[in-house]
């Protein structure tokens, strides 16, 4: 069962990517269960967050290549 920590860290890498709704039915839940096959945050162990995390770490990179003015 995920911590109050990782909990609160995947909420705020899922709300920097503004994929996080009022429910479980927003990109977030849908991104954790195509990951984990779980619909809850709360539901992950240590392995499933740490993929969860890693997932939405890199789609903040791509989102910052893709956003960053050209020199």
Same mark, same amino acid.
Do not use: W
């Given at each position: =069962? @995920?911590?109050?920590? !990782? *909990?609160? /860290? %995947?909420?705020?890498?899922? @709300?920097?990517?503004? %994929?996080?709704?009022?429910?479980?039915?927003? =990109?977030?839940?849908?991104? *954790?269960?195509? *990951?984990?096959?779980?619909?809850?945050?709360?539901?992950?162990?240590?392995? $499933?967050?740490?993929?969860? !995390? @890693? $997932?939405? *770490?890199? /789609? =903040?990179?791509?989102?910052?290549?893709?956003?960053?003015?050209?020199?």
């Amino acid at each position: =069962m @995920a911590t109050k920590e !990782q *909990i609160k /860290r %995947i909420y705020g890498l899922g @709300a920097g990517l503004g %994929i996080v709704g009022k429910d479980k039915d927003d =990109m977030l839940h849908e991104l *954790i269960f195509s *990951i984990t096959g779980k619909d809850s945050v709360k539901q992950l162990d240590d392995s $499933e967050f740490k993929a969860v !995390q @890693a $997932e939405l *770490i890199n /789609r =903040m990179k791509l989102c910052l290549l893709y956003t960053s003015p050209s020199p």
